[in-house]
């Protein structure tokens, strides 16, 4: 029997069996104390499930030992706020610590893992706690892990590169976190990562970095991904100062069970349109 657990969001396709075969991809986004995952059926290529669990690693695979059967591929992105992007050429793997310490508070008995992403060409350099890294390793030996950040900025760029003429931001809200992306046409401009406590912080820090970069909260657009609603207290913060808000539409390459038809499009994005960039 599947123990009960902290479930905010699910939605599973009617079609799908209890036991589960190995036709599925499997991606999930792991914090300390979160696990969020997607299976898509390869043989009828849409996403059939879906579950965002405010729950450690430990605890989900305990209630869910499916978890545990081989996949067709396993992608595995690590939420945290301790990432750096080096530029490729003055990136050596030799010197990860010192490149990420010089931004990051890192932790006595955290590993250091680098994503190298294409566009832009840099490194994004991400710290992990050992304990949940080993933890992951042994649940999914075969999983690619790459950064939350790093599937974000990849994802942006493959689908908005030529739809941006101008700098725009993009404010992808996740669970007491927010991650800040600026790109200036198809070019990164800006990343960074904020925690947050009350909306109050995430208006704070928007049009903090917005007046930094000399960016007009009257002419500059926003594009909204993540957990945030027209209801949620957020947009409504965002609105009074950002006029131009939108929210993020899935590719059109991405295709959904009937199960996820209400729910809107920006709210599964990074779920859904994942370019995952392993270490």
Request: charged share 25%; hydrophobic share 40%.
């Amino acid at each position: 029997m599947e123990e009960k657990l902290a479930v905010s969001f699910s939605r599973k396709d009617e079609s799908l069996p209890e036991e589960l075969s190995g036709e599925y991809d499997l991606t999930a986004f792991i914090g300390e104390h979160s696990f969020i995952y997607c299976l898509r059926d390869r043989e009828k290529d849409r996403f059939v499930a879906a579950e965002v669990l405010k729950e450690p690693l430990e605890r989900v695979l305990q209630a869910y030992p499916w978890l545990g059967q081989p996949f067709r591929s396993v992608h595995l992105v690590i939420e945290n706020n301790k990432s750096t992007l080096v530029p490729e050429m003055l990136y050596e793997d030799s010197d990860r610590e010192n490149l990420l310490d010089f931004t990051v508070d890192r932790g006595i008995r955290e590993q250091i893992l680098a994503d190298h992403l294409q566009h832009p060409q840099v490194y994004n350099l991400f710290a992990v706690p050992e304990d949940l890294l080993n933890r992951v390793k042994a649940a999914f030996p075969t999983g690619k892990i790459c950064h939350v950040t790093s599937t974000l900025i990849e994802t942006l760029w493959i689908n908005f590169k030529n739809r941006l003429s101008a700098r725009k931001l993009f404010v992808h809200l996740r669970d007491g976190s927010f991650d800040l992306v600026v790109y200036d046409g198809a070019q990164l401009y800006y990343a960074n990562s904020f925690s947050f406590l009350v909306p109050e912080d995430v208006a704070y820090y928007v049009i903090f970095v917005m007046e930094q970069l000399g960016l007009n909260p009257e002419e500059t657009g926003a594009v909204l991904l993540g957990q945030i609603d027209r209801k949620s207290p957020v947009f409504e913060l965002l609105f009074r100062y950002i006029r131009n808000l939108e929210f993020a539409s899935r590719g059109e390459s991405v295709r959904v069970s009937p199960a996820f038809h209400d729910v809107p499009e920006h709210f599964l994005y990074l779920l859904l349109n994942p370019v995952l960039c392993g270490s």
